[in-house]
Structure formats: structure tokens, C-alpha cells
């Protein structure tokens, strides 16, 4: 062999390496996931598992970017920035999605469920809940995995035991047409609100309190500038994961799947977050002031609420009473 030759040989090795190293690796996608719970809270935690399990169950094709604390705004802006395909996932109370699908208005409805057992068998196996969930692709969205956010009480600057405490006090809550009758017929004047303004309101005395569940109480203190926190558990709370169907059209079904089963695993992890941090969370805002009223006078908030149910049939029809056959039958099921 000449020398040209072997020179030739060599160059063609070493240009063939160096192609095989400026291979491209593929590239990785990332999916925008926006939620309003603050760094020290349960959903925040959750959405960071989720994260992890995307990147790990797609092999790294997948990085979920996580924005907490309202970055990318509050929970109906996030629905809605969904459907329209702006961010990839959002996690919220069923109720917030009510305005995209309006029968999961019922989902607010008051004392649906007594426990978390309760509620976690309701949302896994009513088939009223699956067929309002499977209305939402039409809308932008579906629904991956119903994660937990825990049972609804009030935070108050005032005491607060039964609804004649709530007469004329204003409180603060989200955008939903359930929980403004619900908390109407207690007595309070509803004052809507996004959540990164509530302390601030409170602390101000623009409204006298606000109602949220444990987690959402702790993680934002809410105890410190409405130290009176009651356990009125009035509306079962979950929140459901959603991807844009914009985001999972472009999924391939191998994907898709990675996304159900990071979703599902991240609500486990959930429900047992919030189940098991209840106690410890309440028994923190002691130490720190708060003042925990676990024993209000629930059936007199029950008694107030029941023309709820009445009004809900006049403009939902059918679906109440399927709804509430459904956790009737979860009631009779789990004690």
C-alpha cells in the first residue's frame, strides 16, 4: 500500500469518528407544568415526582419544567392557557375546571364523603365522575391521575363554630358557583380572589378569612394572619392532573402511557402526603398560635346547606342526584 493510500484510509477513519461523535443525540422535550401551591407544599412535591417519573419512563426524551406559586398564573388562567396548549399540565381543584365542564360544578357539592377513603373510592369508581372526566378532550384537556388536596375548612380572623359566626363576615374563596352558594347559605358574603392575595387581604381586613384544605392553610399561613382554624371539612377537595390534548396528540402511545403512569404514581403519592400530614400540620400551627376548632357545630353548617342540593337539581337536573347516588353508595361502602 502507498503512502497517498494509507494517508487516504487514515483521513477516511478519522473523519468517519468524528461523524459517529457530532451525532446528534435526541432532542429533549420540555413540557410546562404550572400550578399555585407554594415550595413547602404537597403539590409541589407531587408535581416534582411527576417530573422525575416523565424523564425516567420516556428514557429521557420528556423534562417536565415545573413552575409553582402562580408564576404562570392562577388556577383559571392555567385551565385555560391548557386548552389553548400555552403549558403542557395544570393541577386544581375539580371545581376549577367547571367553566371548560360545567357538571363538575357537582363535584363541590357539601358533604359528599366523610373521609379520605371515602373520597379516593368515589373518584376512582363513580361512573358519573368518569363520564363528566371524559367530556374534557372536547375542551382542551384530559384528565391523567386525581391527585389530593384534602377536605375544605375555614380560616377566620374571628371565631367561628356554627353558620351564626358566618353571618356578615366576609370570606374569601375561588371562582366556583357550588362553593359560593354553599358558603352563602352558611351565611358569608363571598369575596373572590387569587390566591397569592388572600394573606395580604386578610392581614388588611378586607375579608375576615378564607377556606381551603389543611395543606393549602399551612403551606401558604393563612393561620397567621386568621389564627382561627376550623375543621368544618365542607367540601371533599381533589385535584385532578391535566395535560393540554394539544400536547398529548403530539405524544406517541408509548408516551402517553409513560404520562398516565408518572401521573398515577404521583397520586398516590399524594393521597398519602396529604392523608398522613394533616395532624402534624395542625399540630405545627398550634405551636406557631393558631387556634384548631375540631369539634364546630357541623350539623348546623349541614343543616345550612341543604337548600344547595335543591338549587343544584333546578340547574343540573339528573346528574345531582346520579352524583349523589354515587357517594351515597361510597358512604354505605366505607366507613
Known amino acids: 500500500m502507498s503512502i497517498r493510500s494509507s494517508f487516504t484510509l487514515a483521513a477516511l477513519v478519522a473523519l468517519g469518528a468524528a461523524s459517529s461523535l457530532a451525532t446528534p443525540v435526541a432532542a429533549q422535550t420540555v413540557l410546562k407544568f404550572s400550578h399555585t401551591d407554594q415550595q413547602s407544599g404537597a403539590r409541589q412535591a407531587a408535581a416534582q415526582l411527576f417530573a422525575r417519573k416523565v424523564e425516567e419512563l420516556t428514557q429521557g426524551r420528556y423534562k417536565v419544567q415545573v413552575f409553582c406559586c402562580s408564576q404562570l398564573g392562577n388556577d383559571p388562567k392555567n385551565i385555560e392557557q391548557l386548552a389553548l396548549g400555552g403549558i403542557d399540565f395544570t393541577v386544581s381543584s375539580t371545581g376549577s375546571y367547571a367553566p371548560h365542564v360545567p357538571s363538575l360544578n357537582l ?16 373518584y376512582d369508581e363513580s361512573k358519573w365522575l368518569k363520564e363528566q372526566f371524559d367530556k374534557a378532550p ?6 391523567l391521575a ?13 371565631a367561628l363554630n356554627s353558620p351564626d359566626d358566618a353571618k356578615g363576615k366576609k370570606l374569601r374563596t375561588f371562582p366556583n358557583e357550588m362553593m359560593r352558594w354553599t358558603l352563602e347559605a352558611m351565611g358569608f358574603n363571598i369575596q373572590i380572589m387569587p390566591l397569592p392575595e388572600v394573606y395580604l387581604a386578610i ?35 381533589p385535584i385532578p392532573l391535566a395535560i393540554s390534548e394539544k400536547t398529548w396528540a403530539k405524544l406517541m402511545p408509548a408516551d402517553q402511557k409513560a404520562m398516565t403512569e408518572a401521573a398515577q404514581v404521583a397520586a398516590r403519592f399524594s393521597r398519602d402526603m396529604i392523608a398522613g400530614n394533616d395532624a402534624n400540620q395542625l399540630k405545627e400551627m398550634t405551636s406557631k398560635g393558631a387556634k384548631i376548632n375540631d369539634k364546630p357545630n357541623v350539623a348546623a353548617f349541614r343543616a345550612a346547606v341543604q337548600p344547595v342540593y335543591g338549587k343544584a337539581r333546578e340547574k343540573y337536573g339528573a346528574d345531582v342526584d346520579a352524583f349523589l347516588k354515587d357517594a ?6 366505607v366507613k
Do not use: C
Open 107 to 122: 363535584t363541590m357539592m357539601p358533604f359528599l364523603v366523610d373521609s379520605y377513603q371515602q373520597g379516593w373510592k368515589l
Open 138 to 143: 372536547a375542551k382542551g384537556f384530559r384528565f
Open 146 to 158: 386525581t391527585w389530593e388536596a384534602g377536605f375544605r375548612s375555614m380560616t377566620t380572623r374571628e
Open 203 to 237: 392581614q388588611q381586613g378586607a375579608v375576615s378569612g378564607q377556606e381551603n384544605p389543611i395543606d393549602t392553610i399551612y403551606s401558604n399561613k393563612f393561620y397567621e394572619v386568621a389564627p382561627n382554624v376550623t375543621l368544618t371539612n365542607h367540601v371533599y377537595s
Open 328 to 333: 351515597q353508595a361510597v358512604r354505605t361502602a
